[in-house]
């Protein structure tokens, strides 16, 4: 009796501690937050930058995430990935983010669920219509993958999933849980910027109007003020911009504004060049069925080798190719425009290996050159997007002939392969004026270096060369001549081309390095679909009944220690 009473004595006293242990663990706990990230590639740390940037909020923001409900496995990942990327920026940013899930497909009214669609739709969230099949049945249902950031009065779109051209469900999946972290920071980045940069489109040498470039303006002006300057020879046109946009110009730039720009590059300036290699009258083709692309005289060759690349003379034919509008119908008959492959128009490829281009879809270039790289010391070259294997080069003057319409075009004349069309150039960048002169007066030439305060070599900075200018145009709507959103053609079809742009404006432009983010890697382990499906039942049984068998041999087994217990 007595040692029983001992033993429950000393069984209560464990008890007791324990609980005492907890409770200071869940108190302590509830003050200090500690995460152990076991994963290999360290999924759920965040970046330096953006523990900065959480750790400078002042306010509430709140987040809307329309991803709740039923849906397939995908999504539910995708969920609670969010979930548990919000409880981080939440910890990290002293309670300052706050979220919700909401079922935007709740509502059993369908009229109401419609006008909640619309909403979001002109928010600016992109819906899935998803088919989900299983041994039982079929369903088909509209899901939100996105969410609503609000901060200080102002709210921004995110879309949640990230589409891409040619890519599996599991890897698109992938690459939005990739790009989480990025999405979100830049979200409150943008929301939380008091005074937004300058940046400004050249014009003065007729590159690309307001129109063609009107999709994309909207876009950067959530992030930056964007102007139109036309420098014609003033020391300061560009003074205080964070990076310019050089847009598809056609008539050639003189010494003078050329002296502004590589001024305005070695003082740090940010540079994205857009520019066609090749001029191809558009109007001619649709007239005479072909035309002659002949180079530009733009006076910026010797510029831009200097910087480290040269655009070549000739123009890029792929096999993997964007479409070109034609007629199909008869003389005489209602118009019927139908897509036909066009092979001057190649679908460049972007690279994984930049945070620029990461797990970003085609983009379509039209009438696009290629680049090489020359030796410019100390200069950094990055492509960041080329042809496919299968393209080929050809040198001005070029015939661009409807004729290449239709037909699937022989590969094994294709053999040019890879060929840059983008290059990111980093470093500190040498004066192509350093002994030259640019005006026809000697001493001129010195008092106006002087006034700007000449520089032989830059400080570090960057810029983006891309041997296609339509590659940030946007087409118009036919008929009304409203412009389509940068990157969809007129038959739907919605490329790389919006995220591209914004991309490299955005990594000029960012001082905080929130965009190295983007260049995280993670692997997802998903379930082998077909294993799953064959072997099925398999695990069914074994999930059924192996935990049940595991409980009564337990249950036996103590059962045999207590009777040799007691029976001793």
């Known amino acids: ?26 108190f302590v706990g509830s003050f200090v937050f500690h995460r152990f990230d076991l994963t290999s590639e360290k999924r759920y740390t965040l970046s330096d930058a953006t523990k900065k ?26 969920r609670n990935e969010t979930k548990e990327m919000l409880d981080e920026f939440r910890r990290y940013s002293n309670d300052n983010v706050e979220y919700e899930f909401i079922n935007p497909s709740a509502n059993p009214d369908k009229q109401q669920q419609i006008e909640v669609f619309k909403q979001l739709k002109k928010k600016g969230l992109h ?12 369903t088909v249902q509209t899901v939100w993958p996105g969410a609503i950031v609000s901060y200080k009065g102002h709210e921004m779109a995110w879309n ?66 964007v102007k139109r300057v036309a420098i014609n020879e003033h020391l300061d046109a560009l003074k205080d911009l ?22 305005y590059i070695m003082k740090g300036g940010k540079v994205l060049w857009a520019i066609d290699p090749l001029y191809t009258s558009i109007d001619s083709i649709k007239k005479n069925q072909q035309t002659m692309a002949v180079p530009y005289d733009l006076n910026l060759d010797d510029l831009l080798f200097k910087y480290g690349v040269r655009i070549n003379q000739n123009l890029v034919l792929d096999v993997q190719c964007g479409a070109l509008p034609i007629n199909k119908a008869m003389r005489g008959d209602a118009p019927n425009i139908v897509p036909a492959p066009w092979i001057f128009f190649p679908l460049a490829a972007p690279s994984d290996a930049h945070p620029i281009t990461k797990n970003l879809d085609v983009v379509k270039m039209e009438y696009a050159g290629s680049i090489d790289t020359v030796g410019a010391k100390g200069i950094k070259k ?35 392969s890879y060929r840059p069309l983008a290059v990111l150039l980093e470093g500190k960048f040498k004066s192509i004026f350093e002994n030259r002169p640019f005006l026809p007066n000697q001493q001129m030439d010195e008092e106006f270096k002087k006034q700007i305060g000449f520089q032989t070599s830059g400080v570090d900075t960057k810029m983006i060369v891309i041997s296609d200018g339509d590659i940030i145009k946007n087409d118009l709507l036919p008929g009304s001549g409203k412009p389509l959103p940068l990157g969809m053609d007129r038959f739907g079809q919605t490329y790389g081309n919006k995220n591209f742009i914004m991309n490299c404006i955005n990594y000029l432009c960012d001082d905080s ?24 039942l398999k695990w069914e049984l074994i999930n059924t009944f192996v935990p049940l068998l595991l409980i009564i041999l337990f249950g036996l087994i103590q059962n045999w220690r207590r009777k040799r217990k007691y029976a001793n």
């Open 160 to 225: 949640l999933l990230k589409t891409q051209t040619g890519k599996s469900a599991e890897s698109q999946l992938n690459s939005s849980i990739q790009g989480l972290e990025y999405e979100f920071a830049s979200c409150i980045r943008n929301l939380s910027v008091l005074m937004k940069p300058d940046i400004a489109f050249i014009e003065g040498q007729d590159e690309l109007d307001t129109l063609a470039v009107k999709d994309i303006t909207t876009a950067l002006e959530e992030f930056y003020v």
């Open 1 to 26: 009796m007595k040692k029983n009473g001992r033993n429950k004595k000393r069984d209560l006293s464990a008890l007791g501690l324990t609980i005492i242990i907890l409770i200071l663990l869940n």
């Open 242 to 263: 964070k990076a310019i946009i050089i847009a598809k110009p056609d008539s050639s730039f003189s010494e003078k504004d050329k002296f502004i720009i590589d001024q």
């Open 513 to 536: 390095g929130l965009i190295s983010v983007r260049s995280r890697e993670l692997t997802l382990r998903l379930l082998d679909k077909k294993k799953v499906k064959n072997e099925r």
């Open 127 to 138: 819906g899935q219509r998803i088919e989900d099949t299983d041994e039982t049945k079929k």
């Open 382 to 416: 990055t492509i960041l997007l080329q042809s496919s294997k299968y393209s080929k080069t050809i040198m001005a003057p070029v015939r661009v002939d409807l004729n290449y319409l239709g037909g699937q075009p022989d590969e094994t004349k294709f053999q040019d």
């Open 53 to 78: 940037l959480l750790s400078k909020l002042n306010d509430q923001v709140y987040v809307k995430v329309y991803l709740e409900g039923e849906f397939p496995a995908g999504f539910k990942l995708l």
